[in-house]
């Protein structure tokens, strides 16, 4: 396995990846379909591709790609933000919005290897704090952001607007 750094030109490369981990926010998070029915496939990558665009848009966003025989398994997407306002942090922050592996990846040291490499990145740009989302009931993803040491936040909510 290799980890290379990309940008907007790789965001094709990404897609089989999203939809996996589209798939498996549908799986554990079933609770979720109060808020409207799940995206197919498609129609989630069509938003998140969006929201790629933009993020690699700024200064100093990158995204790794895991590959195995030049093949995409996994991947961290990272953009960066201002300052936090009640903390005293570094000017900057970066924003994990998204770091998955293929599900017949997973356990192999492929997300660590990722993780790696990004807290490598921001050293390199000068970012000391890092934060990520997580939906509330991957409690895989939650354990593993503990072990990279990073601290619980924030707890965001999301609803229907009442009538």
Not at 90 to 100: A, C, K, P, S, Y
Not at 111 to 127: C, D, K, N, P, Q
């Amino acid at each position: 396995m290799r980890i290379v750094r990309a940008g907007l030109e790789r965001i094709d490369d990404l897609q089989p990846l999203w939809e996996s981990l589209h798939e498996h926010h549908a799986t554990i998070a079933p609770h979720l379909k109060e808020l409207g029915p799940v995206r197919d496939p498609g129609g989630s990558w069509e938003v998140r591709r969006e929201l790629y665009e933009d993020w690699l848009g700024e200064p100093d966003a990158f995204v790794l790609l895991a590959e195995v025989d030049g093949e995409p398994i996994g991947y961290a997407l990272v953009h960066l933000r201002g300052p936090e306002e009640t903390w005293t942090t570094g000017e900057r922050i970066g924003v994990l919005e998204t770091l998955t592996v293929l599900p017949g990846e997973r356990g192999r040291g492929v997300g660590t290897a990722l993780f790696e490499r990004i807290y490598a990145e921001l050293r390199r740009l000068g970012v000391t704090e890092l934060e990520v989302a997580v939906i509330a009931k991957n409690a895989a993803a939650l354990r593993f952001y503990e072990r990279q040491g990073l601290l619980p936040f924030t707890v965001s909510f999301m609803g229907r607007v009442s009538e």
